[in-house]
């Protein structure tokens, strides 16, 4: 079955920098599009990056742009997430999704 595994999450003080690492399997994962999504506490889950089936393509929330770097190895059916820069208001847990498909996702916390 479809299963994606987020790793990389942690505490981090502000200005630092975390990768994400989102392990996938049970499909066929060069021909799907990838995404990044986080959620805040008490806030709604929230578009932070994508990337095409190839990615030659991407898009990121203003939010991250500049600091955030959406990337995938499609021979190792991993998505990454590199994230510089982090800020306080960073901290979420973050998700990545494929179709209609959601890991459970790992926390980032920024905080000095």
């Known amino acids: 079955q479809v299963q994606l595994v987020e790793s990389g999450g942690g505490l981090v003080q502000p200005g630092g920098s975390l990768r994400l690492s989102c392990a996938a399997s049970?499909?066929?994962?060069?021909?799907?599009?990838m995404s990044w999504y986080r959620q805040a506490p008490e806030k709604e889950r929230e578009l932070v990056a994508f990337i095409s089936n190839a990615g030659g393509s991407t898009y990121y929330a203003d939010s991250v742009k500049g600091r955030f770097t959406i990337s995938r190895d499609n021979a190792k059916n991993t998505l990454y997430l590199q994230m510089n820069s982090l800020k306080p208001e960073d901290t979420a847990v973050y998700y990545c999704?494929?179709?209609?498909?959601w890991g459970k996702g790992t926390l980032v916390t920024v905080s000095s």
């Open positions: 999704k494929a179709s209609n498909y």
């Open positions: 049970g499909f066929t994962f060069s021909i799907y599009a």
